[in-house]
């Protein structure tokens, strides 16, 4: 029976490059990155003027409509608003937002190549509009894909430090994955679950090793530079 298994482990790891037709090579390639903006909603909101705060809200409502697709003539949908980008708890979470995300930059640059990847191996997948929010620490979905947009929580990306974290009594190894190093291996993972092997039907254990192995492929083919270790969150020693 171990034999059995070790086979099977080895069929995974060997066998892991081909993914669904798509054939990655072993060695590093040289890829375009893509052309990517991040639209960030948490510091747009939150550094509103509140003394003006239906005119400041009207003002970024095109670019936000995602968030605020909203008749905010609506005294009610305003007040709602207001309530949530005056909360102490959310603007303790955004200061602690700024100090880890003082800019996107080296979001965008780690997102940007990733996805330039993803376009040269899957052409025909058309990529989402990419935007930040804050969340109010909702770890259980960090990173949402629709058909044409993409949502990333920075809150739940602010180091396995951040106090806030062990209030929500999650187990040690869930937080020692919300870091920014994370984020872009949590984002190239969406994506895959969402456009890639959405199609493909787990029923025994046996596939959802084989699905673990091709996810693994793809994100050493997306995310070549990142550590083994951040790609499936274990430290470095237990690797």
Do not use: W
Request: proline share 5%.
């Amino acid at each position: 029976m171990k034999n059995s298994i070790l086979a099977v482990l080895l069929f995974v790891l060997l066998g892991s490059c081909n993914v669904d037709g798509y054939k990655f090579p072993q060695a590093d390639i040289e890829v375009p990155a893509y052309n990517l903006e991040i639209h960030r909603y948490g510091k747009a909101l939150f550094e509103l003027d509140t003394s003006d705060f239906q005119n400041e809200l009207k003002a970024i409502q095109n670019e936000f409509s995602l968030f605020l697709g909203v008749d905010l003539n609506d005294s009610m949908n305003v007040v709602q608003l207001y309530d949530y980008a005056t909360d102490t708890q959310l603007i303790s979470i955004y200061n602690k937002t700024v100090e880890v995300y003082p800019n996107l930059n080296e979001v965008q640059n780690s997102l940007s190549e990733a996805f330039g990847r993803f376009h040269y191996y899957f052409p025909e997948i058309k990529l989402p509009e990419v935007y930040t929010y804050l969340s109010d620490l909702y770890f259980e979905m960090p990173v949402f894909k629709s058909d044409t947009s993409m949502i990333i929580a920075l809150d739940v990306y602010l180091g396995k430090d951040f106090y806030l974290y062990k209030k929500l009594g999650l187990p040690f190894y869930k937080v020692r994955c919300m870091t920014p190093e994370n984020l872009p291996v949590d984002v190239m993972k969406t994506l895959y679950l969402s456009d890639v092997s959405r199609n493909i039907k787990k029923k025994t254990l046996l596939d959802h090793m084989i699905e673990g192995g091709k996810m693994l492929a793809y994100l050493d083919a997306v995310l070549p530079y990142t550590p083994d270790s951040v790609k499936i969150c274990y430290s470095s020693d237990k690797l």
